[in-house]
């Protein structure tokens, strides 16, 4: 079965600096790819998603996400966080072949940005 | 309607009680989903609907787990005997397409009911 690791729990940065959140799944072949954001006032917005074709994907609010596959990872990237980036990030896997595609989640990384 | 919503937003029932959580997906959307999100979690897969038919329960953790969607559109996730290990925010997502945001998985969520057992 499909599974997605977020080895980082709690990220704390400071606003302006550099941002990676890890992201490791456990499939087969190439699924699709997802993170999403989730905070108290937005809900669960996409922020991107890998399908195929190039591997850098870009997203939303100036992230982007690069498909590793050698290494099995999507890891999620922003050159400069914004006070307003503060939330928790998840990691979604969707296995593109069968009858329905359930997206499976990692445990989230919450982001802490400090002035 | 715009978006998913989800009633109600909160709501507080005392174990052994029923609860019934209500999703209204995007119109037209074919595919919706309940996920169970419990504190420092992931949204965790309950169950799946394509329109009416409920293909696939396999992550309701008991049979005291029930949802239905009768006609397609709005879909109803009821616990009966809530015990407080039930207690999380529950998601519905919807998706366009028969697998998801036409054939590609992706996911339109509601804000979530937060539910607390005492």
């Known amino acids: 079965a499909q599974s997605v690791t977020q080895p980082d729990i709690h990220i704390t940065v400071s606003e302006g600096a550099s941002l990676e959140l890890r992201c490791n799944y456990s499939y087969g072949a190439t699924p699709y790819l997802f993170w999403y954001v989730q905070s108290p006032d937005q809900g669960h917005p996409l922020l991107l998603k890998?399908?195929?074709?190039?591997?850098l994907v870009q997203g939303i609010k100036g992230f982007e996400a690069e498909f590793k596959r050698s290494q099995s990872s999507f890891n999620l990237r922003k050159p400069s966080v914004h006070w307003s980036d503060a939330a928790e990030y998840f990691c979604a896997v969707v296995d593109p072949i069968g009858g329905y595609q359930k997206v499976t989640f990692g445990i989230g990384t919450k982001l802490q940005v400090i002035p | 309607g715009a978006g998913v919503s989800q009633s109600p937003r909160y709501k507080v029932a005392k174990r052994g009680q029923d609860v019934a959580l209500r999703c209204d997906p995007i119109?037209?959307?074919?595919?919706l989903f309940w996920y169970q999100q419990a504190l420092g979690q992931g949204p965790e897969f309950l169950t799946y609907?394509?329109?009416?038919?409920?293909?696939?329960k396999s992550g309701l953790p008991s049979d005291r787990f029930f949802a239905e969607r009768p006609e397609g559109s709005v879909s109803t996730l009821k616990i009966q005997r809530t015990q407080q290990e039930d207690s999380a925010v529950y998601l519905c997502a919807s998706s366009h397409g028969l697998a998801g945001g036409g054939g590609t998985g992706e996911l339109f969520f509601g804000e979530g009911s937060r539910l607390t057992v005492l």
């Open positions: 119109s037209g959307h074919v595919s």
């Open positions: 609907f394509q329109n009416e038919a409920q293909l696939d």
């Open positions: 890998y399908f195929s074709g190039d591997t």
